[in-house]
């Protein structure tokens, strides 16, 4: 199974910052298939990127994801009020699907 | 727009069954595809895929939960189910039913609202 580990685990930033989340895994995602996901709570997560840099339908284009191999990264240009939340980091390349630990985004 | 809703009892007994229903709306749970996946999260924890079964009942579960999982596929009511047996408390969390783009690969692109279980006498 692929272990994806997910850094830092809480990043503090202020609204109009660049933020940028890792996702590390433990061998080699096949065709790049990563996808990261938003959660607020008590709500179910949201899809943001998929195949590591492809924005799903309606996502705004501040979020951007990049990387290869076992090194991912999601960025958000510019942050908005509504982007602080917990990230998920999921790999599709082998089963099981897995994902990482997490990425909470905090207002500074 | 597709949307998916669990349903099933929130509370069930240590060495019972969990058992939930996702009814998929806004798009049939045949269409070629697309597979239909169950995730939980324990409390104020991250993600865990449990299960998947396609659109022509082929199924594949988590290894780690493999031999108490049975993920089933009602086309007639548009419909999947999850079935876990001999619970826990370490099986209380919220359970999502997922939408699993499996034609490119398995992310997930649309997510119920999920159903929280608690497993206690």
């Known amino acids: 199974e692929i272990v994806l580990t997910q850094s830092p685990g809480t990043l503090s930033l202020s609204p109009g910052e660049r933020a940028t989340l890792s996702c590390r895994a433990s061998?080699?995602?096949?065709?790049?298939?990563l996808a990261w996901y938003q959660q607020k709570p008590g709500q179910a997560p949201r899809l943001l990127i998929y195949g590591a840099s492809s924005r799903a339908t309606g996502i705004p284009d501040r979020f951007s994801g990049s990387g290869s191999g076992t090194d991912f990264t999601l960025t958000i240009s510019r942050l908005e009020p509504e982007d602080f939340a917990v990230y998920y980091c999921q790999q599709y390349g082998s089963s099981p699907r897995t994902f990482g630990q997490g990425t909470k985004l905090e207002i500074k | 727009q597709v949307q998916l809703q669990e349903s099933g009892p929130g509370l069930v007994k240590p060495s019972q069954t969990l058992s939930l229903t996702c009814t998929v709306s806004?798009?049939?749970?045949?269409?070629?595809?697309?597979?239909w996946s169950w995730i939980r999260q324990h409390p104020g924890k991250g993600l865990e895929w449990i299960g998947y079964?396609?659109?022509?009942?082929?199924?594949y579960y988590n290894p780690s939960l493999q031999s108490r999982v049975t993920v089933s596929l009602d086309t007639s009511k548009n419909q999947f189910s999850l079935k876990l047996s001999s619970v826990t408390a370490a099986d209380t969390a919220v359970y999502y039913c997922v939408r699993d783009v499996a034609a490119r690969g398995g992310y997930f692109d649309y997510w119920g609202q999920g159903a929280l279980v608690t497993v206690s006498s």
């Open positions: 079964i396609s659109y022509s009942g082929n199924t």
């Open positions: 806004g798009g049939s749970i045949s269409s070629g595809g697309y597979y």
């Open positions: 061998q080699s995602v096949g065709r790049s298939y």
